[in-house]
């Protein structure tokens, strides 16, 4: 059974600042951070060139299915590569690629909304 429930207030982890050091969230700081509804983990990926399916595989596994996977791809803003988003798409769940503080913004403003959504912002450096 879903452990989703639309009427309840969104909640989850809250990126609340972004710095040289990394993600803060929760009183922990990340300098990589894979976001779900649910938690906040640290993440080490690679070059964003390398980045596979395998990479955010963690964040796939929500039930049920997240509508779509921001990814910040570090200080500016760089284009996933085409068989990342190929293999995202054929699951069904889009891919919005944006700057990581950007995609930490969008984190909490899609959340406040209640969107079912999962992030991966890769470091700032």
């Not at 951070?33 to 983990?41: G, K, N, T, W």
């Not at 996933?80 to 700057?99: C, Q, S």
């Amino acid at each position: 059974m879903p452990r989703w429930d639309r009427d309840a207030p969104a909640s989850g982890p809250v990126v609340q600042g972004v710095g040289p050091r990394g993600f803060s969230v929760d009183g922990g700081i990340y300098p990589g951070l894979l976001l779900s509804p649910e938690r906040a983990d640290a993440w080490a990926p690679p070059a964003l060139a390398e980045l596979t399916i395998a990479d955010v595989e963690p964040l796939l596994r929500l039930q049920p299915q997240p509508e779509f996977l921001l990814l910040g791809t570090g200080a500016k803003l760089s284009f996933p590569p085409r068989t990342l988003v190929r293999a995202l798409e054929e699951r069904g769940i889009g891919i919005e690629p944006m700057d990581s503080r950007a995609a930490a913004r969008t984190w909490g403003v899609l959340r406040a909304e209640e969107r079912w959504i999962v992030a991966a912002l890769m470091p700032l450096g």
